[in-house]
């Protein structure tokens, strides 16, 4: 695997304070990655401090976009980056250091036997810190909701942690994606899970952030709601 390429693929809006404690540990564990950051314009500064980080590290990308378009759409433009630079493992991950990167090498040692590695915070050995009882119930319900519509054997579909081997995201049809927050990562698994892939989940600590704001919003929630049972009668 040491001659497979891999990149980490994190969009950003104010995440200023993250980003260099994220990349530092990111190449703490897995130094031969490369990591694309998809910057929305953040009016914080994140864009000029990856910029900073980049003068002295080659492995670091940056991708400008003119306003806040959205995660779903972040992640189709870093999949179809890192398609075009020929990238064998490419990963979704958050800027805040919820997903935390000590995990990276677990992510890749299940990618060796499976062509998609989901970060579980619900089977055994995962979990959550610092939430409160509605952030616990909003996440584990998205995923209980997902699995009933959708037949999914699953524990965690919510969940933006991901490894995809390269030949996934070029079956799956980016153009067609419009689900944004939670209902991307549904739809992204559920179209892996129809086309016959072998998915993984290991377990993860999911902390919650420490800087910034979390993204999470009403219109994120009511998406998931009505397009998680879209996708099964299109099915």
């Known amino acids: 695997m040491s001659s497979q390429k891999s990149?980490?693929?994190?969009?950003?809006?104010?995440?200023?304070?993250?980003?260099?404690?994220?990349?530092?540990?990111?190449?703490?564990?897995?130094?031969?990655?490369?990591?694309?950051?998809?910057?929305?314009?953040?009016?914080?500064?994140?864009?000029?401090?990856?910029?900073?980080?980049?003068?002295?590290?080659?492995?670091l990308y940056l991708l400008e976009r003119p306003q806040k378009m959205g995660l779903g759409s972040a992640y189709i433009t870093g999949f179809k980056w890192a398609l075009e630079h020929h990238y064998d493992f490419i990963f979704e991950m958050d800027a805040d250091l919820s997903h935390q990167p000590k995990?990276?090498?677990?992510?890749?040692?299940?990618?060796?036997?499976?062509?998609?590695?989901?970060?579980?915070?619900?089977?055994?050995?995962?979990?959550?810190?610092?939430w409160n009882l509605f952030r616990r119930l909003l996440s584990r319900g998205g995923s209980l909701y997902s699995r009933f519509w959708l037949r999914l054997p699953y524990k965690d579909l919510t969940g933006g942690f991901k490894c995809f081997r390269s030949q996934v995201l070029k079956s799956l049809n980016l153009d067609s994606v419009r689900a944004e927050g939670y209902c991307f990562q549904v739809e992204l698994t559920f179209r892996a899970h129809q086309k016959g892939f072998k998915i993984a989940e290991v377990p993860i600590i999911f902390p919650e952030r420490t800087h910034g704001k979390s993204k999470i919003s009403r219109k994120i929630v009511l998406e998931a709601l009505w397009k998680v049972p879209l996708l099964y009668f299109r099915s």
Request: hydrophobic share 30%; charged share 20%; proline share 9%.
């Open 7 to 59: 990149v980490i693929i994190i969009p950003t809006y104010n995440e200023k304070d993250n980003v260099p404690q994220l990349t530092s540990q990111i190449f703490h564990f897995i130094p031969q990655t490369d990591i694309l950051f998809i910057d929305d314009n953040s009016p914080d500064g994140t864009r000029q401090k990856i910029k900073e980080l980049q003068k002295n590290n080659p492995h």
């Open 103 to 130: 995990y990276l090498p677990k992510f890749l040692e299940a990618a060796k036997t499976h062509d998609l590695v989901l970060g579980s915070r619900y089977i055994p050995g995962g979990g959550v810190e610092n």
